[in-house]
């Protein structure tokens, strides 16, 4: 890292407060609006090679390498323009990415528009070296979107090899409930767009309806079991269990078949597990929630700015602790948003990212968060039988 950023690292981490034990790393600055963040699931050990993905909301996807240079994997992927109203219109584009173990082909969620009218649509692009994309196609498309948040969002692959979509509402309520209309519903499909024959209607991509504004989703090892966190109207924020044939409830209420719902609402978007040894063995399983908070709002706020641990109780009905992990402390803009384990530490993007001293916006950031020097040479002694701590420098 070069002496610059460091020195501007040294500024933008002290405005957040993280957990006892743990320390913040700057990973990358100046991007336009990050928001998802997805790891190659068996990096290669050239510097050069990807280490992780992560989306921009208006049409781009850059690729960080292993030596943490950021480079462009693909551009220019929206057909519009958006306004860059926060909140609003601007709230739109390219959301979801996940990668394919086997092909690290990606998996992106986006907004087009088709005829004067917005659509959702999932695509599936390759590359021969992980850097640049070579092709493009699309799974699935043509479902009716809006530009105002509630859009098609996270996509992942389950333990059994589906393609699961994430679809907010788009702004039309009652298609939650229609079980015709794809909008406000959690798809399974097959990797090339087709319907699973085991869906819950072999006829349908619909897995799981009722749903208002599913921004983030996470697989859980020990129950196998897809978790998603949802964006309520004026209450109810929550995080849901997704089940095959259950209905979640909207419109009407947030809490059907919720584990953790916020009374004040927070924005919850990315979510993920503690699951595969980056933090000490009392965090294992815990779920991270990025919330995302008031868009543009400066210093502390009653709505947001965080990231939180939640642990789940023994048959994941429901939450035991809840605890703040990381904080925003500081005066500017900030806004947690995509959220992701690596090998080393839990990542996350600021979308909005902080301004210099002439208040001039530096572009997005991202951030990872690790157990501290201290916290590994404590884990070391107590157990040697852990497993591999990762540092990356």
Not at 205 to 227: I, M
Not at 238 to 245: F, K, L, Q, S
Not at 284 to 305: H, I, P, Q, R, T
């Amino acid at each position: 890292m070069k002496a610059d950023l460091k020195e501007l690292e040294r500024s933008l981490v002290q405005n957040w407060r993280v957990y006892p034990g743990f320390e913040l790393d700057l990973i990358a600055t100046g991007l336009d609006l990050p928001v998802n963040i997805a790891f190659i699931p068996n990096p290669k050990g050239d510097p050069k090679a990807p280490f992780f993905y992560l989306t921009e909301l208006y049409g781009q996807v850059k690729v960080i390498a292993n030596d943490g240079t950021v480079g462009t994997y693909a551009e220019g992927l929206l057909n519009y323009k958006p306004t860059r109203e926060f909140p609003g219109h601007g709230e739109s584009g390219l959301t979801g990415i996940c990668v394919e173990p086997k092909s690290s082909d990606l998996f992106l969620s986006m907004l087009y528009k088709d005829k004067g009218e917005m659509k959702g649509k999932v695509v599936r692009t390759s590359s021969k070296d992980g850097l640049k994309m070579d092709s493009m196609k699309v799974i699935i498309d043509d479902f009716p979107s809006t530009t105002r948040a509630h859009q098609v969002q996270a996509v992942t692959i389950g333990f059994d090899g589906k393609l699961y979509v994430n679809n907010a509402d788009g702004g039309e309520w009652q298609k939650a409930q229609d079980d015709i209309d794809l909008r406000g519903k959690i798809l399974r499909m097959e990797l090339d767009g087709s319907i699973p024959w085991d869906n819950p209607n072999p006829d349908s991509f619909v897995y799981a309806k009722g749903f208002r504004n599913p921004f983030g989703a996470a697989w859980r090892k020990s129950d196998q079991s897809l978790y998603i966190s949802d964006n309520g109207p004026d209450t109810d924020d929550r995080i849901a269990r997704v089940r095959p044939y259950e209905n979640y409830g909207w419109p009407g209420t947030m809490r059907r078949n919720s584990i953790f719902w916020w009374h004040n609402t927070q924005a919850p978007t990315a979510i993920d597990f503690m699951q595969y040894g980056q933090f000490p063995p009392e965090f294992n399983d815990d779920l991270f929630v990025a919330l995302f908070g008031a868009s543009y709002d400066e210093g502390l706020g009653e709505k947001g700015k965080k990231i939180v641990k939640l642990t789940l109780n023994d048959d994941a009905s429901g939450v035991k602790s809840y605890d703040d992990f990381v904080v925003y402390i500081g005066k500017g803009p900030a806004s947690p948003c995509g959220l992701a384990f690596g090998p080393d530490g839990l990542y996350f993007t600021d979308l909005h990212g902080e301004k210099d001293s002439q208040n001039t916006p530096l572009g997005g950031n991202v951030y990872r968060v690790r157990p501290s020097k201290e916290r590994i040479s404590e884990m070391r002694r107590k157990a040697d039988s852990y497993g591999e701590i990762w540092s990356r420098d």
